[in-house]
């Protein structure tokens, strides 16, 4: 019975830790518009994005008479550097860089918001002696960089406030 009681009082000073310090789940992005038409080409993150858009309750429409905003997925990169080398010249760390550039429009304003960057950095560490399990690394790296990428992109549009419905 005395154990019941203090994993209890621990539960509940964990959850009190937690919601005095702001805590709070990520829950719905609050968006002003209920559909979304995206143009320009295919990126990498656009499944992924068209995918956080219908969590969040948008509809991705496939006219532009349809929407109630327009965003265009403009260009995106990925840029490998090089961190630190050895004594010897040989890497040992790498800085990956994942930008994606995107504008928004609504369809009754002929003019396009200035472009916006997302911009989203990892640093892994690298050894030739593990070059297949830092190959998977970098992949799985890059992969989290595009969701933190969409996530931005989704912050981003919930400041957008629309002048007419």
Known sequence: MQKFIRRISVGLIFTLALSACGFQLRGIAELSFKNLYIQGSPLSISKDLKHALKTNGIQVVDSVEQAELLIELLNES????????????????????????????????????????????????????????????????????????????????????????
């Open 78 to 165: 990925n840029e490998k550097r090089i961190l630190s080398l050895s004594g010897k010249g040989v890497v040992r760390e790498f800085e990956l860089t994942y930008r994606v550039s995107f504008r928004t429009r609504e369809p009754a304003s002929a003019t396009w918001s200035a472009p916006q960057t997302v911009q989203t950095r990892r640093d892994f560490s690298y050894s030739d002696n593990a070059l297949l399990g830092k190959a998977e690394e970098e992949v799985l790296l890059n992969n989290d960089m595009h969701k933190d990428a969409v996530r931005e992109v989704m912050r981003r549009l919930t400041a957008i406030k629309l002048t007419a419905k």
